[in-house]
């Protein structure tokens, strides 16, 4: 089995070799290693993608939009410039990139953004969703296959921090915790800690 | 209480390669505080199945409560012709691994089928780290020899060579398969850098001994005596070392720094005592004196090394003059005194031989600094991309003061490139206008990427924030990450031009090793050298009641 050191390098090096910057190189080293320290085909998705751009070197692109759309679009470039620029477009809500190649191989960048964020992303493609928490795991759903090509469309959304339960659920649960505290006796509340002091100072 | 208001030394100052490459081992030094971490487990030999010839399997272990570290040793006959010390050797005397827990039969047929193998062998997440070892033969023979003829060998050859084996590379964290560091890092053990290859080597050098006793014993099993408890603690490890090093600590700007930071906070901390006491002051004096029989052995070739050892030299009878004539005993503020003045009259190997002595007194001080020498490098590499251009300007001139004054249109300036070999992919350095391949250099080029990226900067709208920046310019983006670094961590950076024709590659090889707690640095190049470790340390039972002072126990 391959340590997460050894993709990580070997997914860095390989990157640079198929024409990257060694800048966008490191970025893949470490997202490769993300996804399949989450189980996810990093690898496979990646090794297929070089493969395919080695003679042409795909386009950058520019400046990340509501909508980003081209004749082809870089998983890469799309996931590192939304990266970088993930604070400046929370304020657009959901995000929409038409005709992506390899659309696995932005999941971990917008992995990462969810984290700088501090809010739950989620993305979806064709039936294929994922929700991103923090960076510290992926939750995926209805991926039925290791590898998708290209997709004509990727949203990304981003969450509001909002509770999974009701305020109901939450209300039961917090007077059943209630039953771990002790009841101040009068005599205990003289003693207690700033006992006998007045604040008004 | 720091009434002196004494700084940290400046970055800018201490961060230069000629200044890197004059440090010396200290009470931070990786080996040093490993014997102090794992002084109270218990060592076992668990196995030791050596034939005649003393080849065979041999495993060694560290426990405590349910913890448990297993060195697992394949001996093997080597031709001469097959001994090689480069990183392109095939075969060793012996290979090693560190095994996560007690390894089970099954674990030792696997390993023994894949450790001698070392790079083309395959490990797995349950081993720790990876090494093999080399005899010197001189040393070896000889010491199997007389001890087989119920002598004990002659201590003038052993401290000219001062080790049985030299090891040539110990991996770690996730190569060839072993555990990524991610999996142990919460161990409480193991905080300290480095902690388990200096494990590694500290078992090997005990098998070292072992296998000499063994194979005297079988060829003289009448007469034979085992190697005397004196001259092995005299012993350490060697090891051969070459350019894989320094690119490691360009590689990883935080964990470079938190290994500098502590060295500098300990000195201000320690310049920072009011009243010296007379104990600490005896301590520093008494280290002083003893640590000069290692000095005075410190043999090499090397004529930058000899003019290291002899700048060393002459500048301690200096300073040894100075503390006994002119050094105001008993004046508050004491050490400062001593450091400004060592400052001004010293060279920087013997300035920061003093600084390492130091630190010898003071427990309180470096102790608590050691579990902050390890780095969670990932919190730091994403880029903060929302920040201004001209925040990463202001960054830049704070920062990279000299390396943004150096002129890259000169020739001499571009001279080297670092790339990584195809037979053992390992790092390289070359000469960019004689050798082919300079346009696969690796990212080792800090100083002349950061003043490319300044010079963009410079002429960027000073209002655009990073992301949009880094749109245009992604070739950058390298340096841009490591600019931001610098930023929260000033010891980040080798404040020096790593490919210029002036460079010397051993210097960041000896900032390294210095840390590691190496000593009788001995340069066969300006690429690769010898060291010694582990000379004069306890041996495994005596470890319990040993003293952190051992590194100058030596008797030569």
Known sequence: MQSLSEIDTTSKRASKAAGFSWGIAEEIGKAIRNLELFGLSGIINLNLYLKKIKKTHPNKINKIEKENKNEELCPIYCGIAFLDQCKQLEVLSSIKFYNVNFPMLIVPFVSKASEVLGKKILIKFNKTSFLMNFNKSILSKNVDKQVIASVNEISIEFLENTNSFSEKEWKELYKLSEETFVEETESLKSKGAGAGLTDND | ?556
């Open chain 2, 1 to 556: 209480m720091n009434n002196l208001n004494i700084k940290l030394r400046d970055p800018n100052e201490i961060m230069k390669l000629s200044r890197l490459g004059s440090f010396h081992q200290s009470k931070l030094s990786f080996l040093r505080s490993f014997i102090r971490e794992f002084k109270d487990w218990n060592y076992k030999r668990n196995s030791f199945n050596l034939d005649k010839n003393g080849y065979g399997t041999a495993v060694y272990s560290f426990s405590k409560n349910e913890r448990n570290y297993s060195l697992v040793c394949f001996a093997q006959h080597i031709n001469p012709d097959e001994r090689s010390d480069r990183v392109i050797a095939t075969k060793w005397d012996a290979a090693f691994v560190l095994h996560d827990g007690v390894p089970t039969n099954e674990d030792i047929i696997r390993l023994k089928n894949n450790v001698p193998k070392q790079e083309v062998g395959r490990v797995s997440y349950k081993e720790l780290t990876l090494s093999r070892a080399n005899k010197s033969v001189r040393a070896f023979d000889h010491v199997v020899e007389s001890l087989s003829i119920g002598k004990q060998p002659d201590r003038k050859l052993l401290n000219k060579v001062g080790y049985l084996y030299r090891t040539t590379a110990v991996y770690g964290s996730g190569k060839f398969g072993l555990a990524d560091r991610f999996r142990i890092k919460d161990r409480k053990e193991i905080y300290g850098p480095f902690r388990l290859e200096m494990m590694l080597v500290y078992l090997v050098r005990q098998f070292t001994f072992d296998q000499v006793n063994h194979i005297a014993k079988y060829k003289n099993p009448d007469k034979a005596v085992e190697l005397d408890a004196d001259i092995a603690r005299n012993l350490g490890i060697g090891n051969s070392t070459g350019l894989g090093m320094a690119p490691f600590i360009v590689n990883h700007p935080t964990l470079l720094h938190n290994w500098i930071y502590c060295r500098e906070k300990a000195l201000k901390e320690i310049r920072s005592i009011e009243q010296v006491n007379i104990k600490d002051l005896n301590i520093f004096k008494d280290c002083l004196i003893k640590s000069k029989s290692s000095i005075n052995s410190w043999s090499t070739d090397s004529h930058y090394q000899n003019n290291k050892i002899n700048s060393l030299k002459s500048d301690l009878i200096k300073f040894d003059k100075y503390l006994e004539k002119e050094c105001p005993i008993g004046e508050k503020y004491l050490w400062n005194i001593v450091y400004i003045w060592s400052s001004k009259n010293l060279k920087d190997e013997c300035l920061e031989y003093i600084v390492s002595m130091l630190m010898e007194p003071y427990d309180n001080i470096i102790e608590p600094l050691i579990d902050n020498m390890s780095s969670e490098e990932d919190e730091f590499f994403t880029i903060p991309a929302h920040k201004k251009v001209s925040d990463l300007k202001v960054i830049l001139e704070n920062n990279y003061k000299s390396i943004i004054r150096i002129d890259f249109n000169k020739k001499d300036s571009n001279f080297n490139f670092w790339f990584i070999s195809k037979n053992k992919e390992e790092p390289r350095v070359a000469g960019r206008y004689e050798e082919r391949g300079a346009e696969l250099e690796q990212p080792l080029a800090i100083a002349r990427d950061i003043k490319k990226l300044y010079e963009k900067i410079i002429k960027a709208k000073q209002t655009s924030v990073i992301a949009e920046f880094l749109l245009s310019n992604d070739d950058l983006r390298h340096v841009v990450r490591r600019a931001f670094i610098i930023d929260q961590f000033p010891y980040s950076e080798i404040q020096d031009n790593t490919i210029g024709a002036s460079l010397v590659p051993i210097d960041m090889l000896r900032l390294k090793l210095s840390f590691f707690g190496a000593v009788k640095f001995d340069p066969r190049s300006d690429k690769w050298l010898r060291i010694n470790m582990y000379q004069g340390a306890p041996l495994p039972h005596e470890m319990k009641s040993s003293n952190d002072t051992w590194v100058y126990n030596t008797f030569n």
